[in-house]
């Protein structure tokens, strides 16, 4: 998944000699950031921090005279788990989308997460997570052999993927399934040599 498949298309913008009170009213409660466009380029971008340290002068302030100018950007063709990366190791909540130098989208933490619950399978209603234990004597390719199983206990796989707790020193691999299927298909893998950890309900 990248991030031109979850972001906003067409994010609101300002100009750089747009008052602070102009940008405030873009913004409108719904958004943190604007960025700041010129002549169809991205110049910088301006959030709501930035209105807080100057309340009392929006309107006698001008957005290029407290816009960040050294923007952290992504591409619509950066992949989901990058632009997420970038949002933890720069401690920001939102990142502008510029391909071939134009703005086309921004991606907000909140995209993000709804990516991810996508991503689990999360977003389906009545699916139950089953994690087992991805080093397991159920053959070669244990991710293989646990879709088959749940094919053959005649279940529909809602989601899977991997993931590495900290204080784990294998990766969990985990399926998610119907909420109404998930302990008869925890019991087959059992069966079958997965070490099961646990059944999310």
């Known amino acids: 998944m990248v991030v031109g498949q979850k972001m906003t298309r067409k994010p609101v913008t300002v100009t750089p000699d747009a008052s602070l009170a102009a940008a405030r009213k873009k913004m409108g409660g719904k958004f943190r950031r604007v960025p700041v466009v010129e002549n169809g380029k991205m110049v910088g971008i301006v959030t709501d921090r930035d209105l807080r340290e100057h309340k009392g002068m929006l309107d006698k302030t001008r957005v290029n005279a407290v816009m960040t100018k050294k923007v952290v950007t992504v591409t619509s063709a950066t992949p989901i788990e990058r632009a997420a990366r970038l949002l933890l190791r720069r401690k920001i909540g939102g990142l502008p989308v510029v391909d071939d130098g134009k703005l086309v989208g921004i991606i907000t933490t ?92």
Do not use: C, W
Request: overall charge negative; charged content about 25%.
């Open 110 to 201: 909140s995209d993000l997460l709804k990516a991810l619950v996508g991503l689990v399978g999360g977003a389906e209603e009545g699916a139950t997570r089953i994690d087992l234990v991805l080093t397991s004597d159920a053959g070669t390719n244990p991710m293989l052999a646990a879709t088959q199983i749940v094919g053959e206990e005649a279940a529909e796989v809602l989601g899977l993927g991997t993931y590495q707790p900290e204080d784990e020193e294998s990766p969990i691999f985990y399926v998610r399934v119907p909420a109404d299927e998930a302990q008869r298909v925890a019991g087959a893998l059992a069966e079958k040599g997965f070490d099961v950890l646990a059944v999310h309900e």
